[in-house]
């Protein structure tokens, strides 16, 4: 499955450079950083197991949003991004 996840992180100098380490292992190998605090992941875990592994490198007050993606998308990103994108599906 393809998942989108985005965050937002509030409290500086945390223990957030774990997070993307988190959301690499999480993912099949096959990941995009495609904004600031956005990735999209192919992964086998469920959205629920993703969000239990990426806990430990959160903060109470941060913010977190992960949901599976479709074929159904469109925005404006990087050429390469779009390629890379088009191959997780």
């Given amino acids: 499955m393809v998942y ?11 223990k957030y450079d774990q997070l993307p ?10 990941w995009s950083h495609i904004l600031d605090s956005t ?3 192919q992964s ?11 806990l ?3 903060d109470h007050d941060d ?6 993606i479709t074929q159904s998308y469109y ?4 050429t390469e991004q779009w390629r890379y994108i088009e191959n997780l599906f």
């Fill in 4 to 14: 989108n996840i985005s965050y937002d992180l509030h409290a500086p100098k945390q």
């Fill in 21 to 30: 380490e988190l959301i690499l292992k999480i993912s099949n190998g096959k």
């Fill in 39 to 41: 990735y999209i992941i």
């Fill in 44 to 54: 086998f875990s469920s959205a629920e197991q993703i969000y239990n592994s990426l």
């Fill in 56 to 58: 430990p490198a959160l």
């Fill in 63 to 68: 913010k977190i949003f992960i949901s599976e």
């Fill in 75 to 78: 925005g404006q990103l990087k």
